[in-house]
């Protein structure tokens, strides 16, 4: 199992940055893929990033080239690095880990930060 905590969010105006960070409570070195997805209010929850156990980073359409995901085995965290923020990144970011276990793929989801980007 794994527990993961993020944090980070808050209010910024348009064209600022934010970075996320998800830290979790087990190495994750071995964790198959981490990645943050985003929620904002009506709407379904989308895939933001997400970066594989070697390294192998993927990007949603709306955000590439402003945002960054990377991983820090040492501390156990990822990270995502918000640029060129816009109104419409305004969402609940939450962190999740796929994790191989026995019994097939587990997922772990964190419990969410908000962000707000203002116009």
């Known amino acids: 199992q794994v527990q993961l905590v993020e944090s980070g969010g808050g209010l910024v105006q348009a064209g600022g940055s934010l970075r996320l960070s998800c830290a979790a409570s087990?190495?994750?070195?071995?964790?198959?893929?981490m990645a943050w997805y985003r929620q904002g209010q009506g709407h379904q929850r989308d895939l933001v990033a997400d970066?594989?156990?070697?390294?192998?980073?993927n990007y949603g359409d709306s955000v590439k080239g402003r945002f960054s995901i990377s991983r820090d085995s040492a501390k156990n965290t990822v990270y995502l690095q918000m640029n060129g923020l816009k109104p419409e990144d305004t969402a609940v970011y939450y962190c999740?880990?796929?994790?191989?276990?026995?019994?097939?793929?587990?997922?772990?989801w964190g419990q969410g930060t908000q962000v707000s980007v203002s116009s």
């Open positions: 999740h880990a796929l994790l191989r276990s026995s019994a097939g793929w587990d997922n772990y």
């Open positions: 970066i594989s156990s070697d390294g192998t980073t």
């Open positions: 087990r190495s994750i070195f071995n964790i198959n893929r």
